[in-house]
């Protein structure tokens, strides 16, 4: 059985889709940015919990403090990108819940009253936004960078609040010269999928 989704979708999304190393100097604008978001809301959370925070770092001062917290290797990338987002978990998502949930509004003191509940369940559920997030980037016909290697103490004393977490930075544009590493290889299907 062939996949729905049309062939050059498939590599548009995946196939093709890498960590991106460079970017050329064009913007990113609003537009695309909230026409990511308006499609990659959609992708299920557990409770529509929806806990992922997006800060996007656009000016010149704001990026430069965001870049002495990078690894020495990931602050040209975080220089030169046209758009930086780092993305974090609401670990007080739970306030948004009676919106989110109107058929369930007792889920927030239900199951999410006490602070390590909803951390674990922020981390988890933001990081399933955080990839549906890239794959919007790449619907958007831009290149995705997301990042690990940066002091993660120093960007939440900077740029969040002590209810969120930071998950990743990923620097955003049109890929530029050089932009790919080449190919790594993946799992085969029978070395990750088992039938019981």
Known sequence: ????????????????????????????????????YDLVKYGPTAFNQSPLRVVLVRSDEAR???????????????????LVAILAADNEFHEELPGLLPHFPQAKEMFFSE??????????????????????????????????????????????????????????GKPGEDAWFPRLPRLAYDEVVKTV
């Open 115 to 172: 602070r390590p509940v909803r951390e674990s369940a922020a981390s988890l559920n933001a990081a399933l936004q955080a990839a549906y997030f890239i794959i919007g980037v790449r619907a958007a016909g831009l290149a995705a960078g997301p990042m690990t290697g940066f002091d993660a103490a120093g960007i939440e004393k900077e740029f969040l609040d002590g209810d969120h977490k930071l998950l990743m930075v990923v620097n955003i």
């Open 1 to 36: 059985m062939s996949l729905v989704l049309d062939p050059a979708a498939q590599d548009l999304l995946f196939r093709e889709a890498r960590t991106a190393n460079t970017f050329t100097d064009e913007p990113v604008t609003e537009e695309q940015v909230q026409a990511i």
């Open 64 to 82: 430069a403090r965001l870049v002495t917290h990078m690894a020495e290797g990931n602050q040209p990338k975080t220089s030169t990108a046209p």
